[in-house]
């Protein structure tokens, strides 16, 4: 019963801690377009709508959004693809956004002691690992990070996909 009360708890969490990322005024996607573009610009459609995990005809129609708000724009065309990238409006908005993010965690962790703080820290890579199925996982899981925060220690979730899929290569525009 122990772990079934722990994984209650911990989804509890997640929950918790997306419920107070929304933002009024953009869609969980349109966050998560803004994000991804922030870490992977330039960055094709296709490729953006695997990583946020949508259709292609609904990433066109998000994309066609957040382009018509001022925050994505289409780069000069490539063949057949045309790499996005945000604009200056969409460069602040997705530093805001990772902000928030980051901001709701530190609250959530700055209510463990140190040594509740170490052994979450400790047990979190190994969580995130179990839960990475390979490549497409790992960027759909990690749509949302500051890849910068991991260069140095590692990405775990990076790392299982690796031993999974191999490395990784990003898709060519």
Not at 26 to 55: F, H, K, N, R
């Amino acid at each position: 019963m122990h772990r079934l009360r722990t994984a209650n708890l911990l989804a509890a969490l997640a929950i918790a801690i997306g419920d107070q990322l929304r933002d009024r005024h953009l869609s969980p996607s349109a966050v998560a377009a803004l994000l991804t573009l922030a870490q992977w610009q330039p960055m094709g459609m296709q490729e953006l709508a695997g990583v946020i995990g949508l259709s292609q005809s609904a990433a066109v129609r998000l994309v066609d959004d957040l382009a018509a708000a001022g925050l994505v724009r289409r780069l000069g065309k490539k063949g057949r693809a045309v790499p996005l990238g945000l604009t200056a409006l969409g460069q602040r908005r997705a530093q805001t956004l990772q902000a928030r993010r980051l901001a709701v965690a530190g609250r959530a962790l700055a209510a463990l002691g140190r040594d509740e703080s170490a052994g979450l820290e400790k047990a979190l890579p190994g969580l995130l690992a179990a839960l990475t199925s390979g490549r497409a996982g790992a960027r759909h899981i990690c749509r949302l990070c500051d890849h910068g925060l991991c260069r140095d220690g590692g990405c775990p979730v990076g790392a299982a996909a690796t031993a999974i899929d191999g490395p990784f290569q990003r898709p060519k525009l």
